[in-house]
């Protein structure tokens, strides 16, 4: 299950596709692209607010049949009752490199810092904020001057499919393993 506005989750869905990975719904708040291609593709849909309503979520996620979810572009918080509902939890596509500039502002703080490195990381959700085992990380510099849109646009939401894709693998490769042994 795909979750997210703005242009990670447009990115992100077909190259899940293209990888053999089968999105079974999808949830965002917007009109953004990724709206379109849900719809277009007849995804069932929620708005990515409700996933806060354990007793909204869970069913939706059983009804999807997840076995992951993804949050690409998400800051609600979720309670453990959903975050741990998909067979192998929740990931989530985190705009710098953790533990550094936790939190929603985390692009603005890059900037604000003066950082001359950073980049995105893919976390397990585990309930704290931005604080789960990061399963992918990927390094960028920060150009001079460049402004927190131009930096998270330009240069983090690239990274952040292929970090995505990355961490996507390594959650699945257990069990990969599991169905060959």
């Not at 460049?146 to 894709?165: E, K, M, N, Q």
């Amino acid at each position: 299950v795909l979750a997210g506005d703005g242009p990670l989750p447009a990115l992100l869905y077909p190259e899940l596709i293209a990888h053999g990975y089968h999105v079974t719904a999808a949830l965002y708040n917007g009109d953004g692209e990724f709206s379109v291609i849900a719809e277009r593709e007849g995804l069932p849909f929620m708005r990515v607010d409700l996933l806060a309503i354990p007793h909204i979520a869970q069913p939706f996620l059983r009804a999807a049949r997840a076995d992951l979810l993804i949050l690409a572009n998400v800051t609600t918080l979720l309670p453990p009752a959903v975050f741990d509902a998909p067979t192998y939890g929740t990931i989530c596509f985190h705009p710098s490199l953790l533990p550094r500039h936790r939190g929603k502002h985390a692009v603005r703080d890059t900037i604000a810092a003066g950082d001359a490195e950073t980049g995105v990381s893919v976390f397990q959700v585990d309930g704290g904020i931005d604080t789960g085992i990061v399963l992918s990380r990927r390094r960028c510099p920060v150009p001079p001057g460049i402004s927190a849109g131009g930096l998270y646009y330009r240069h983090l939401v690239p990274l952040g499919v292929a970090a995505t894709l990355e961490a996507v693998e390594r959650v699945f490769a257990p069990a990969l393993q599991e169905a060959v042994s």
